[in-house]
């Protein structure tokens, strides 16, 4: 196959001519050496040239929303820097712009006689791309014959030395090269192709101590920078202007002439309180292709994200993932992953798994072993698998999988029966753990490999059962008869890897492009490698036209760019004849964990709060934008908008006077970033670094005022339902049964939502999702029946009992139905029938067993030192905080704003002692088969002084109680029940609930006085 380029698209057209532009009308002198660069003599930008561009080539709508003069930009530069001048270019990811500063190398050859360019990049992954562009012969061809350009790249490829020669290195080959390029070579442009590392790790180029010289010169960068080059920075928000290795090319190399390609560009920052103001680091921007153009003029493909479910119904909130295993002190490190952010546990064999989740209750880890752990209910968990609290046997990766293989397949098909030519569909795994893939021998037999061939097993097995034309039967076949050659992976380990498959893999994927969209190979064999894996080395820089699958098998480590992180699929796909597809139909499909669930709505943000800024610069401003600065400056509108007469900025009819334009600007900065207001909304991008670390101190002296409370709300009870209930459920349970749908093939179901525009702007629009079966998932019945009995307190014989007779009564049952959607929603069933129907109808009783130790106390009734923060709060103060003497610890940590009240504003005469109960240590069970444990705990004195009056309180962030859900409602009357059946027993323990509008005091005050 050979790629076929174009050379008349706009897009890409504009760029190179602005710069070119730029240059020629430059007083631009003749070089004065054969392998030096002509000199830019006179730089247009400080005069008019810039502003002539935008406006005699029509483009400012793709500009800020007011256009300051260029030269007005703030720029921070070290004294010592070396004077260059430079140039922006922004173009949306997968618009093509390695071949926008190809083509303006050709450009400033022609016009101007440039020979000698740098080309910087941050990334190996990075230079590997170019490098294959550069090198391509098809691309070459296109300059030559499509575009006329009379020359061709002379390619020099910086690489770190490996070789020795009596004792000393051998100078860089790719320098010399570079170097020693003549002027009077016409038809040659001469490029040096480095990684920033090359500059900012070791001395490859600074040393002295080669074994011989350039020209005059015995060091590298002098005589790279004796050419006076052009330097080109590839992706320049990795290289910002302060960083060390923008720095160190800069002070290497003195470029002439800095031009910076990028989709994303550094932001800076000034000021500090109410002047803070944060810009993009743009000088001199003479290109600015935004995102909202690029989707809007289908240069990229849309974007159609999708998040999985949990299975059973639920909202998949919370996940946990086997970080470390330690075989030698048998401990396993978990990440708990919710909504809120992420925590951390290290347990040990033995341990309970409800210390992380009150839904893995009963669930402990039963053995420990340098590769995986099993938990007691016989499930085996190897190092990076995630899984569901309360759907333990599935894992959510799988599931991923599972969606992302379905979404393939999909596309696939459509895009293999297109006519008339066939498009190639590739699909891209990011994965966060490189063993899970590669094995612990990088066999590829890590157990994250071995599902995913398992999942495209029976994937293909489906596929093949569907009608198919004769040759896309065939390439199913052959990928099913050689699997494993489905699959290649990257990782940076890979590159000191000397095995010869890994080696292949990685070749392929890095340089191989042509041969991963081609269909079949040189001998007419099925190319059937279209899946590939890496961790986080092709997130820039790598691409390839044809992925329309990205699965994120790990979550962001930052809030980088959203268009940066999707940008490996957004390029417009190629056709089997090498041809560039335009087509707005192109989508891709971008799954997600539910921790990335609002992806689309960031997306949207970003892309919206890029064009506010790039709006065409309205003739007036509007009565909204006068109010909304009026309200900044604290003045009326009336009075700002005679103030802005006054000063000749705008007319009586509202209309910028454009002649006072700069003057405005400065002097009234606010107009310019009044719809920035309406982009990405900072207190929606969270910290996902929880604080839940650690332990608190307990107070032991403060211990001993609430031991007598602690002991008595540690003792177990047993819940007693009244007679009847039995029978009763006997008779409804098939009914549920019949009537909620319990049984079910096992499937997880996904959230999907489009990205596209409209009138002008991104928006995100629901899309239907999918439901997957995941088959051969089924329990043995025997299992199945013990589960739900275990989670529901329901005999064996009467779940029993009740399946044959809904299986009697025409239910459709059977053993590939017996699985975790069904006994989750049996067991939610259950539960809410009990919810429903027994509350107020239990009764409590204290039990025979008596814990040992307790998280506050030892085996031996001693106080412990110390409680882990998890236990107590999320959320972790230890700076500036004064804690009441009273209070039982000597941190203060919380999980919500209305605990932290309790805990700071608890400082009342009549209470003792007081503090937050450890979670899931005070164990009271509820109608709906669940733990119930309440959040604080207070010793009072009552009216006479005396130390008798006990209080437990359950704190609930609502306005007023009709916000508290119902599942919560019915754990608070189960305690309400609990704690007057106790109080029964000659210990009086007093329990309330309290919601935002009432404070302790009011509480503690009415109880006193009652």
């Given amino acids: 196959m050979e790629l076929i380029l174009q050379n008349d698209l706009e897009h890409q057209q504009r760029p190179v001519i602005n710069v070119a532009s730029v240059i020629e009308t430059s007083n631009v002198s003749e070089a004065t050496a054969p392998h030096r660069n002509p000199e830019i003599y006179r730089w247009s930008l400080n005069s008019k040239t810039i502003y002539d561009i935008w406006v005699k080539e029509d483009i400012p709508h793709k500009y800020r929303r007011f256009v300051n003069n260029p030269n007005n930009v703030r720029v921070k530069r070290s004294e010592d820097m070396p004077s260059y001048q430079m140039m922006d270019i922004k173009m949306e990811t997968g618009t093509g712009k390695t071949y926008v500063y190809t083509k303006t190398m050709f450009e400033l050859h022609k016009r101007c006689g440039f020979n000698k360019f740098i080309i910087a990049v941050p990334t190996l992954p990075i230079k590997a791309g170019t490098s294959s562009f550069l090198e391509d012969s098809t691309v070459m061809r296109h300059f030559t014959d499509t575009c006329k350009y009379n020359a061709r790249i002379e ?88 960083s060390k290795s923008f720095v160190s090319l800069i002070k290497s190399f003195e470029p002439q ?24 680091d743009h000088i001199n921007l003479v290109y600015d292709l935004n995102a909202c153009e690029a989707f809007r003029q289908t240069l990229i493909k849309g974007v159609s994200k999708e998040h999985l479910e949990l299975p059973g119904g639920k909202s998949a909130e919370k996940k946990i993932k086997i970080t470390k295993i330690n075989n030698t002190e048998k401990s396993v490190n978990m990440q708990y992953t919710t909504n809120d952010g992420n925590s951390h546990y290290v347990l040990h064999a033995g341990d309970s798994l409800s210390q992380i989740d009150p839904d893995l209750s009963g669930i402990s880890i039963s053995g420990i072993s340098a590769k995986n752990i099993e938990l007691s209910n016989g499930q085996i968990k190897e190092t990076g698998m995630e899984f569901f609290p309360d759907q333990y046997s599935t894992s959510y990766q799988e599931g991923m999988l599972s969606l992302a293989l379905k979404r393939h397949f999909e596309t696939e098909r459509e895009l293999f029966e297109r006519t ?45 059962s569907r009608k198919n034309d004769t040759e896309y039967q065939s390439y199913l076949q052959a990928t099913l008869d050689n699997i494993n050659d489905a699959c290649a992976g990257y990782f940076s380990k890979d590159n ?78 190629v056709d089997e004849a090498g041809n560039r597809i335009v087509d707005k139909t192109f989508m891709l499909n971008y799954i997600v964990d539910f921790t990335e669930k609002d992806f689309a ?67 009234y900065p606010e107009f310019n970033n009044i719809n920035e207001k309406d982009g ?53 349970l098939p009914e549920i049964i019949k009537e909620k749908n319990i049984f079910s093939h096992l499937s997880v179901s996904s959230d999907r939502r489009v990205v596209g525009i409209e009138n002008d702007k991104a928006v995100s629009t629901e899309a239907t999702g999918t439901q997957l079966l995941l088959n051969n998932r089924h329990m043995a019945y025997n299992e199945f029946l013990k589960r739900v009995s275990y989670f529901t ?51 409590y009783k204290q039990a025979n067993y008596h814990p040992k130790e307790t998280r506050l106390t030892n085996a031996d009734g001693s106080v412990k030192d110390e409680v882990a923060q998890a236990f107590i709060g999320r959320k972790r103060e230890n700076k500036n905080v004064l804690l009441s003497p009273k209070y039982l610890y000597d941190t203060l940590a919380y999980d919500s704003d209305l605990e932290r009240k309790n805990i700071m504003e608890s400082d009342i005469d009549e209470i003792i002692v007081y503090g937050k109960i450890p979670s899931s240590s005070i164990c009271i069970p509820t109608v709906a088969s669940s733990n119930y444990s309440p959040d604080f705990m207070y010793v009072v004195k009552k009216k006479d002084g005396t130390k ?63």
């Fill in 496 to 573: 000191q890897d000397s095995d010869e498959n890994i080696a292949k893999e990685v070749s392929v994927i890095l340089h191989g492009k042509k041969e991963l969209i081609s269909f079949k190979d040189k001998n007419g064999n099925w190319n059937i490698q279209r899946f590939l894996f890496s961790k986080w080395t092709l997130k820039e820089g790598w691409d390839n036209p044809n992925v329309f699958t990205i699965c994120k098998l790990r979550s962001s480590g930052s809030e980088i760019s959203k268009l940066q992180e999707v940008g490996r699929g957004l390029r417009l796909p």
């Fill in 601 to 667: 709505t960031k997306l949207v943000e970003e892309i919206n709060s890029d064009i506010m800024k790039k709006e065409i610069p309205p003739m007036e401003l509007s009565i909204s934008e006068i109010e909304k600065v009026a309200i900044m400056r604290g003045m009326t509108i009336k009075s700002l908008f005679m103030e802005l007469i006054d000063k000749d900025y705008i007319g009586i009819d509202h209309k910028i006077i454009l002649s006072n334009f700069d003057a405005f600007i400065v002097e």
């Fill in 948 to 1010: 008798e009056l006990n209080i437990v309180i359950e704190t609930k962030g609502y306005d007023n109680e009709s916000k508290i859900a119902e599942d919560e409602e019915i754990k608070i009357s189960c305690a309400e029940l609990f704690f007057n059946d106790i109080s029964t027993e000659g210990y009086s323990v007093y329990f309330r609930k309290q919601i935002n509008s009432k404070g302790i005091k009011d509480i503690i005050e009415e109880l006193i006085k009652k």
């Fill in 793 to 843: 307190c329901v005999p064996i014989t009467i779940l029993h009992e009740a399946i044959c007779k809904a299986a009697n009564n025409g239910t459709d049952i059977s053993n590939e139905m017996f699985n975790e959607n069904s006994s989750a929603r049996l067991i939610n069933a259950i539960d809410d029938w009990k919810a429903k129907n027994l509350a107020g109808m239990v009764k």
């Fill in 257 to 280: 002439l800095v031009l910076r390609y990028g989709a994303t560009f550094p932001e800076h920052t000034f000021g500090k309180g109410k002047n803070k103001s944060s810009e993009k």
């Fill in 155 to 242: 390619l020099c490829v910086l690489k770190a030395q490996k070789t020795k020669n009596k004792g000393k290195l051998k100078f860089p080959t790719a320098v010399g090269r570079f170097f020693y390029g003549s002027k009077h070579e016409k038809n040659k442009i001469y490029v040096l192709l480095l990684n920033s590392q090359l500059l900012t790790n070791g001395k490859l180029l600074t040393r002295e101590d080669y074994d011989q010289m350039v020209g005059e010169f015995h060091r590298p960068t002098d005589a790279i920078k004796d050419t006076r080059p052009v330097l080109i920075i590839d992706e320049p928000h990795r290289m910002e202007r302060e």
């Fill in 680 to 732: 990405v909304d900072s207190s929606r991008i969270r910290n996902r670094n929880s604080e839940r670390k650690g332990t608190i101190g307990i107070r032991k002296a403060r211990f001993e005022e609430i031991r007598e409370l602690w002991k008595k709300l540690n003792k177990k009870y047993v819940l007693y339902f009244e007679k009847g209930i039995e029978e009763e459920l006997k008779k409804r």
């Fill in 420 to 464: 008339p030519t066939r498009i190639k569909a590739l699909a891209l795994f990011f994965i966060d753990n490189i063993e899970s893939y590669r094995g612990t021998e990088n066999k590829n037999d890590g157990w994250l490999h071995n599902k995913f061939i398992e999942l495209l097993k029976e994937r293909l097995l489906f596929e093949l």
